[in-house]
């Protein structure tokens, strides 16, 4: 059984950074492909950002190099450094992780970030 837990997340003004960060509570994080999307009211949920078990990445076109994912795997955590917020990138943030050999995939509660203009 996977459980993810974020945090980080909080209001900033419009420029600004946070980092968000996704505790992975389970066996075998280094073989999990793991994500962050986001969601605002009566939206569909979005991809943001995903990282491979290799540390490959890869973006939602919106990102345009404002954010970075990154992986610690002796840690088994997942970060989203994200720069040059806007308001446009206010949400509910949800670290994801998915793994062919697992039952299903797994998500976290989520965290908000809201970006004030």
């Known amino acids: 059984q996977v459980q993810l837990a974020e945090s980080g997340g909080g209001l900033v003004q419009s420029g600004g950074s946070l980092r968000l960060s996704c505790a992975f509570w389970?066996?075998?994080?280094?073989?999990?492909?793991m994500g962050w999307y986001r969601q605002t009211p009566g939206n569909e949920r979005e991809l943001v950002a995903r990282?491979?078990?290799?540390?490959?990445?890869s973006y939602a076109d919106f990102v345009e190099a404002r954010f970075t994912i990154s992986r610690d795997h002796s840690k088994n955590m997942v970060y989203l450094q994200m720069s040059s917020l806007r308001p446009e990138d206010t949400a509910v943030y949800y670290c994801?992780?998915?793994?062919?050999?697992?039952?299903?995939?797994?998500w976290g509660q989520g965290t908000q970030v809201t970006v004030s203009s």
């Open positions: 990282i491979t078990p290799g540390a490959s990445t």
């Open positions: 994801y992780a998915s793994n062919l050999m697992a039952p299903r995939d797994y």
């Open positions: 389970g066996s075998s994080f280094s073989s999990y492909l």
